[in-house]
Nanobody, 121 residues
């Protein structure tokens, strides 16, 4: 499975960005996909996940601001990020989990290369 992210960039605080993650390969084997992020000097952390059935979950820090969605016809997962804050600045990674719901970094089977999101104050 290959995951390719796009959509990162520089935005002012309060602005919006939409990240995309296109999956290819043995997609049938994926049970859930998610977005993680890693800021400089910090550990990689969960942002949001979505299962094959459409069930979603979010980190408390992004609830009400970020929305994860999927387009199964395009094999693509999206992360709509609104009301961005400087603390959202990080490299955002797409992730895929073959067995669980992509909620634990230890269960992730595939990672994308990452896309930088920078929020200026």
């Amino acid at each position: 499975v290959e995951l390719v992210e796009s959509g990162g960039g520089l935005v002012q605080a309060g602005g919006s960005l939409r990240l995309s993650c296109a999956a290819s390969g043995s997609i049938f084997s994926i049970n859930a996909m998610g977005w993680y992020r890693q800021a400089p000097g910090k550990q990689r952390e969960l942002v949001a996940t979505i299962t094959r059935g459409g069930s979603t979950m979010y980190a408390d820090s992004v609830k009400g601001r970020f929305t994860i969605s999927s387009d199964n016809a395009k094999n693509t997962v999206y992360l709509q990020m609104n009301s961005l804050k400087p603390e959202d600045t990080a490299v955002y990674y797409c992730a895929a989990d073959r067995t669980y719901r992509a909620a634990s970094i230890y269960n992730i089977d595939y990672w994308g290369q990452g896309t930088q999101v920078t929020v200026s104050s």
